[in-house]
């Protein structure tokens, strides 16, 4: 981690070193009541609980993330700085993962700051906190793939526009893969097996699991796992580039 401690700093500062990042909590906290507020019928469903605070995380994480993940590489490409960054002192997974975990504290600041919402659910009722704080984990690792498969797409191209792109329709598909709809385009010409291993593949399915207050482990090891693949994914991306 000696080698991971610095670009972590040295990332989650860049991030408040334009008002960017403030604008970015403020859109991510202001989306997150109104959806739960009001598109979640917060109040008539006359429950105190956030199912409807975590029911719209994966589609603002779908906008949100990429926005996050598209700058961590295709910047440093664009700028010129991705070669000085890989003369020092540095393996390729101690600059992913440095530049990963910062843009994943960022996330997790952001989510940190709903706590009003949990403050305001326990004020009007009583609700299960052991549900609430599962649903924070799983939120965050969620948060966790997305950037992953950002950082991986970012990583391949000079555009941070393109990165964005490729980032939310690489991620749509991962949410979109537990749909019905989905599974039946799959098993119109797959074994049942494939369609198994393509509905385990969605974001969506792995995290209400994880709301209803059931933390499976392998609903966690899912998370881990994808996140693990897409760095990994990453550092070959950046060693190809080292190799040019």
Known sequence: MSGVWP????????????????VFLVIFLVLSGAFSFYLGNFYETGQADLQAFFGFHPWLYLLLAPAVAMRLWAEERKSGTLELLLT?????????????LAAWAFLGLALALTFPMWITVAWLGEPDHGVIVASYLGSWLMAGAFLAVGGALSAATRSQVVAFILTVVVCLLFLLAGFPMALDLVRGWAAPAVVDAFAGLSFLTHFQAITRGVLDLRDVVFFVLCIGAWLWATVLVIDMKKAD
């Open 7 to 22: 670009v972590l700093r040295r990332e989650f500062a860049a991030y408040f070193a334009t008002p960017l990042a403030v």
């Open 88 to 100: 020092l002192p540095l393996t390729p997974w101690q600059a992913v993962l440095g530049k990963f």
